[in-house]
């Protein structure tokens, strides 16, 4: 911490041209203001000490040890879940739903709802162990996934996930179907095309969300293009910089949630800060972008005969960066329920837990049999 405070008041802020704020990237005042919080105010020993409510472990996996919560439910038959988060979160997004999951009686809820809630950090993410060789993909993730599962006892099992989590969570579908009672998404993974065959038409929803997914990738996209084609290069600077990292990862729960441009509608610093020094201390940054770079080399190009069969829920969040029609969606998986929210937005497990959480219920409700 000594040295995170050195560095604050050490910061080299950039110049600025005034104009509106967040023309040419985050606003520099909310940035600036961010920064004083965490240099004079914010108590990380206090988030370690709500961090130490919860049961940590680790599983010494082939690729190293994977950090993770385990919460067990109080139901009269918790079903197993795991909870797969993205970047740029970690774990830290699952703690206000974990006790909605595993103790649905304690909010107004049915016992019988409840869940085994597993919460892992991806490789190279939080207190997980860094990756060292090449190839740590979602497709690699997910098989650790189903290691870490059987190691708990869970031979079949729940998934649910947005961002990079619904990339593996879509990986644990397509590869281990076999383990896999039902997924649960809240977001399409950014790679995944459906097997078309030659000369199938697109639906005209199917058109405009393409054409709209290309926009927003030219407009918004520098950040993954970056990071899946040369992840070392900007690594160097965000893991010396602390203003530096805080700005790479605030901008995207600023542009990415359902803030109406007040982010802190919708996340406290506390909150912000939490999830941006839990990088900064493990040093993670680096590690996390080259999933994208791995990422890139796997995408969700199905096959002809590529199809998520375990019975899928979708959750359409109003502010997710990007929602594919159905019609796109059901090419590819076997979807079952379909939920149009009402508010929330990319982080739906920290933005809205009650909405999330009320939606796996309904979900798996049908599937515990």
């Known amino acids: 911490m000594d040295d995170l405070h050195a560095r604050l008041e050490r910061t080299r802020w950039p110049d600025e041209i005034p104009t509106s704020p967040d023309t040419y990237g985050l606003d520099p005042t909310l940035l600036a203001d961010l920064c004083t919080y965490w240099h004079d105010r914010f108590d990380w020993q206090a988030q370690i000490n709500r961090l130490s409510t919860f049961a940590h472990y680790k599983f010494h996996s082939t690729a190293g040890n994977i950090h993770f919560l385990h919460a067990k439910g109080k139901g009269p038959s918790p079903l197993p879940l795991i909870l797969t988060h993205g970047w740029p979160g970690s774990f830290l997004e699952f703690l206000d739903i974990i006790p909605l999951l595993t103790d649905p009686a304690a909010h107004g809820c049915d016992p019988a709802d409840s869940f085994d809630v597993v919460v892992p950090s991806l490789p190279g993410f939080g207190f997980s162990d860094r990756p060292s060789n090449p190839g740590m993909n979602s497709f690699r993730v ?13 031979d079949r099992f729940a998934a649910q996930g947005g961002d990079i989590g619904a990339a593996v969570t879509t990986a644990l579908g397509l590869r281990h179907s076999q383990h896999i009672l039902g997924l649960h998404l809240n977001y399409i993974p950014g790679s995944y095309r459906p097997h ?53 990862i605030v901008e995207k729960f600023r542009d990415w949630s359902d803030s109406g441009g007040d982010l802190y509608s919708t996340f406290s610093r506390d909150q912000l800060l939490t999830n941006v020094t839990l990088y900064w201390m493990t040093q993670t940054i680096a590690s996390s972008f080259r999933m994208y770079y791995e990422n890139r080399r796997a995408p969700f190009h199905f096959a002809e005969n590529d199809f998520v069969h375990p019975p899928t829920a979708i959750a359409c969040f109003p502010k997710e960066i990007l929602s594919p029609p159905r019609e796109w969606v059901e090419r590819g998986f076997n979807v079952q329920r379909w939920t149009q929210m009402p508010r929330g937005g990319h982080f739906a497990a920290a933005e809205q837990p009650e909405l999330l959480a009320a939606d796996l219920r309904a979900f798996f409700k049908t599937l515990r049999t």
């Open 142 to 154: 997910a098989d650790l996934w189903v290691d870490l599962m059987h190691a708990l006892g869970y």
């Open 196 to 248: 078309l065959p030659a000369g199938a038409p697109l639906t005209v929803a199917e058109q405009k969300f393409t054409a709209d997914a290309a926009q927003w990738y030219d407009q918004n996209g520098a950040y993954a293009h970056l990071q899946g084609t040369r992840p070392q290069t900007p690594a160097y600077a965000l893991n010396d910089s602390p203003a530096g990292l805080a700005a790479w």
